[in-house]
């Protein structure tokens, strides 16, 4: 179990997350939705140990992965995978080194006993046979699936993956979301994820967490949160423009800025 505590980050004057209580289950999928700018990516950041909360902490367990000691945090990193929404392929290595990159980094395995593993991972994202093949020859949904195969490649227990859909067509996306789940169930990983793509949440996730302006507005079973009735919810899930979550987040008043108002944004002269 990972588990925020009175989670908090602030960027300066933004804040991106209130202090949030958080509980991620082992062996099930968590989804983290909510709009743009709605906290998301910095509470995924947070649980994965990239980003040092502003106050809170992160349990793993018993050990508090703001305060433990770099080299416990290496080590518990080799038990995660990750996934970025704009895949982060190592351009210079083609697919076979790509996907065995973190077993050559993090392993004194046998280069055969590697390359067993990578057609095992490749096999699994329908990508054997395009070992030779660079990352600028791939596309989009192709790479996604690569990054997919390199973030399994350690067999992770837990796996963070943000906006692991965006960019792709219908079908690419579906096979990612299939991916995702099914890995998630034959492993019994314990994967979060980041995504705009409601219907793709709703159907993977065994709980879904939905931010709205850096606070839990929802969560729970994704039954629960179809049948919510919370307005802002709704919105969310039809995907409506006009509602309680305004399209704009500009605090200042339009016309103050319009006839520079002090206190306002001006132009450089
Ligand atoms: N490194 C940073 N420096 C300053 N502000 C940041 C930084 N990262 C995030 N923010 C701010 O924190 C808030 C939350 O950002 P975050 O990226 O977590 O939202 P999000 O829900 O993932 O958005 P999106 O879906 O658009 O990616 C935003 O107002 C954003 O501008």
Not at 227 to 254: C, H, M
Request: with cysteine; proline share 5%.
């Amino acid at each position: 179990m990972i588990r925020g505590e009175a989670l908090c980050k602030r960027f300066g004057d933004v804040t991106a997350l209130n202090p949030t209580d958080i509980s991620i289950g082992t062996g099930k999928i968590t989804a983290i939705m909510g709009g743009s700018g709605s906290g998301k990516t910095t509470l995924l950041r947070l649980l994965a140990g990239l980003e040092k909360p502003t106050s809170g902490h992160v349990w793993y367990g018993d050990e508090d992965l703001c305060t433990m000691p770099v080299k416990r945090l290496y080590e518990l990193r080799e038990s995660m995978g990750m996934l970025f929404q704009y895949s982060a392929l190592l351009n210079s290595l083609n697919v076979y080194n790509n996907v065995a990159f973190p077993l050559h980094e993090h392993t004194e395995l046998a280069e055969e006993v590697i390359a067993t593993m990578v057609a095992m991972k490749l096999e699994q994202v329908g990508l054997r046979g395009f070992e030779k093949l660079m990352p600028s020859e791939l596309s989009g949904g192709m790479a996604k699936r690569v990054a997919f195969a390199r973030a399994m490649a350690m067999d992770p227990k837990i796996v963070f993956f943000d906006e692991p859909t965006s960019g792709l067509d219908p079908i690419s996306a579906g096979v990612i979301s299939t991916l995702i789940q099914e890995t998630s169930r034959k492993n019994r990983m314990t994967s979060v994820v980041v995504t705009h793509d409601v219907a793709a949440g709703l159907a993977i996730a065994d709980h879904v967490i939905l931010l709205w302006q850096g606070s839990i507005i929802a969560e729970g079973p994704p039954d629960a949160i179809r049948e919510s009735d919370d307005a802002r919810v709704q919105q969310f899930l039809q995907g409506r423009p006009d509602g309680p979550i305004p399209f704009s987040r500009s605090t200042t008043s339009y016309i103050d800025d319009l006839t520079h108002k002090p206190g306002t944004i001006r132009l450089e002269s």
